[in-house]
């Protein structure tokens, strides 16, 4: 059994589809009947899509997991001359601990967008994420924090008239 | 329809309208330049600046900007190699020898020329087609819709990259997602976690900044791939003769456009397609083949051609059912319903002066983005060179500040963020993002029409209309299609 995150996020997406369908019982009928049926339909497609990313041999059973769309098929790709690449959206997987750290900072920013104002929560969030997690060199991340605050004030306070 | 056709330029032509338009082409460009970021980026990203503007002139600023990504990634994938966007990876396949031989002004001026002129052919062909879509839809009542936007789901798993069985549960959990918060049949709250948050809802706004703007700028931070290094030096000589290419391999041009509406009708194709098929088919349809390559002109022209006329054909099924043609129409549907436009079927009927201004918008988009795009190439392109550590953190302000100012609810951040790690996630384990955002849009139109088929009709509405019966049928091949190719491939592999 391979548990990759691939695998949890089937499993989740599984997981979701059976706390929804559970809950909608406690709809009416017209009221449950779309998310109840629907629920339950992508409850056993992710489940299957779980089964078949933890145990490659079930894959292998269940080809239809791997059916490809038919977008690119037959396309002019086979045409490109050779020595063009195109890069993929992926290439390479990074590991998730800088994911998280980018994703804790975001929620952190929120907290402090709540409880200050944007022009705070703005420089002093860019400048530290410029800094410390994007790597940047800190002139830069200084440049950046200010001149974003300042592009954001004119859009959001002055043309915009937003008060938050 | 074209009745109003000339007050509707009036009002399209009027002090703001114009200014709105050249924004959004500023705001397309640059990130139609930046590798990673594109048109359904700078979407989510202006979204939450229509809030305080009247719905024509929201659509003029977000056409303006899809209208304009396209060449804005030309010029990268012409001048340094590197497609600012998907929809222009044929293009460097000629463009960048052309550059490399000197002649990048005469592949912008072709490039510029094509899209210019391409996108106008998609317009052409979307307002010849429309009235005949009032007819159509004239037709349609709740089990056509319902029918039409499952047909239209399908369709899209089917064409996703990569993997359809994933494609088709990112759809499913898209519709489940829009069974959030008060269904308005029943009056029912459903999955509210006992917040007033929810009770409208998943907010579409947060939600696409989110998947898009959020997903992408993380993406972009961890990969580090679309830094490019390479510096701009080039001579802008020979513009005016590439404009005039396209006229004079007017076969390819032409029927590069035609394609390329083509594939935009076609829900959720998209430009990268249009792009690789006019490339193809200015190769295939051409005698002398041996420069493509090499810096042929005749490549440029089809390859873009193509990824410009496809936004008129994307338009069609957007505006005749309301079924986006393309992730950015799916955007630009969000944008219509926070401004009181119901997209759909009846859209066409009772809306008719926002499917001008779309026609509009999108011819005038392109030809201002083809003039300020030929003055601008190699200023634009230096901006892909920009440090991606300088470009994410302030994309992720921007998304996070923006849907906050849209109604200035902290929930909205939350919101955002949540949806930038699913759509993050999404993009990790290939899951398509696409099906899930047109699903969520669709959600609540096909839950409509399924409440009033079953009390009007019951369940029998669905199979004893013709169209809607068709549309059934055709869904069903559509979800069969992949799986009955694969079992006939492997027997094809195992005979042998």
Known sequence: MWLTGRALFSLLIALLMAYMVVASFDYGFRARVFPATLGSLIFFMALLQFLGDAFPAVQKKLPFLGAKGIALEGSAASHAPKDTQVRAEHERKPSWLPIYGIFAALVAFAVLLHFTSFLVAVPAFLFLFAWLVAKERLIPALGLAAGVTIFMYLIFRVILGSQF | MFEQAMPVLAEFLSWPSPLFLLLGVLAGLVFGVLPGLGGPQVLALLLPLTFTMNSTDAIILLIGAAGAVPLGGSMTAILINTPGTPQNAATTYDGYPMTRMGKAGQAIGAAASASVFGAVIGAVILTAILPLGRHAVLAFSYPETFMMALMGLAIIALLAKGNMWKALIAAGLGLMLSTVGLDIATGTMRYTLGTYYLIDGIKLIPALIGLFAVAEAVSLLTQKASITT???????????????????????FLRSSLIGTLIGIVPGVGGAVANFLGYAQAISTSKDKSQFGKGDIRGVIG??????????????????????????????????????????????????????????????????????????????????????????????????????????????????????LLGYVMIRYDYSRVALVIALVLGPILQQSLHQTMSAQGLVGFVNRPISLTFLLITLFILILPFVRGRGQRADTSTA
Not at chain 2, 230 to 242: D, P, R, Y
Not at chain 2, 341 to 355: K, N, T
């Open chain 2, 303 to 420: 390859a873009e051609a193509a990824n410009n006329a496809k936004d008129g054909g994307a338009l069609v099924p957007t505006l005749i059912f309301g079924i986006p043609g393309s992730l950015e129409f799916a955007v630009l549907l969000g944008a219509l319903m926070i401004h009181g436009i119901q997209p759909g079927p009846r859209l066409m009927l009772d809306s008719p002066q926002i499917a001008l201004v779309m026609i509009y918008a999108l011819v005038m988009a392109n030809i201002v983005v083809g003039v300020v795009g030929v003055l601008s190439a190699n200023f634009l392109a230096s901006i892909s060179t920009v440090r991606i550590s300088l470009v994410a953190p302030a994309v992720l302000m921007f998304a996070l500040v923006g849907s906050y100012a849209t109604e200035g609810h902290i929930g909205d951040v939350y919101t955002t963020i949540i949806f930038g």
């Open chain 2, 230 to 252: 390479a510096k701009t030096s080039s001579s802008m000589k020979g513009v005016l003769e590439g404009v005039m290419a396209p006229f004079r391999h007017f076969g390819i």
